[in-house]
């Protein structure tokens, strides 16, 4: 590995972080209204959170880059603010956040409806609130799931390819990850040396964020198993 080879995967642990950091709070909001509520329309938000699963990521990359131009509604709130995502690694962390929502939001999803119902209805019954039943039994219980959750959405972004060159290039040292990296190294003769080391780079991450988390999904049934009311 190079000391440029080292930048690109230290860039990618580094918009892949941001991603999960930032797509966790909504992925475990949207968990828990479809978890936990009943409403019209729920079928078609359920269909939302989960249409980047099947669109092409270079059509979700596209409406990013509508939504972040500086016409767009999300380019002109950053301009306010004095900030801006296109060409930089900011937003290649929102391109990959975008990407690994559905899969959080479905694992998270599933350990709060594994939760038991009678435990929760139990703390009410001794006096505690609904915050407190939320911090002290429901959060608890489901906390391994959600960290499984987070764990997939940061092996999601790692691969993320599609949405982040079509939103803000393929830059050196900036927007640059792993993916992009090995896609640009194809383009260049000679350069199979690199794309196998950053592959196998690659494939080292992805195996070890995939095999956390299926310990953590693993940990989350085993510790429900062991809570009877």
Known sequence: MTGEE????????QVSLAAMAGALPLAFVLA????????????????LVHLPLVLPPVVIGWLLLIAFAPEGPG?????????????????????????????MVRAIRLS????DPRLEAAARTLGAGPWQ?????????????????????????LGEFGATITFVSNI?????????????ALQLPGGDGAV?????MAVALSLAALVASEALTR???????????
């Open 6 to 13: 080292w930048g690109i995967v230290l860039l990618s642990l």
């Open 32 to 47: 828990w209204v479809l978890a936990r509520l009943q409403f019209p329309g729920k079928i078609l938000l359920d269909g």
């Open 75 to 103: 380019g002109r709130l950053l301009a306010l603010l004095g900030v801006s995502v296109l060409f930089r690694w900011t937003g290649a962390a929102i391109a990959a956040a975008v990407m690994a929502l559905p899969l």
């Open 112 to 115: 709060l409806e594994a939760v």
């Open 133 to 157: 039943t939320f911090w002290t039994i429901t959060l608890p219980l489901a906390a391994p799931g959600v960290l499984a959750g987070a764990v997939l959405g940061f092996a999601r972004s």
């Open 172 to 184: 050196p040292d900036e927007t640059r990850t792993l993916p992009l990296a090995i896609y640009a």
């Open 196 to 200: 196998w080391r950053l592959a196998l």
């Open 219 to 229: 940990a989350s049934g085993s510790g429900r198993g062991g809570h009877v009311l």
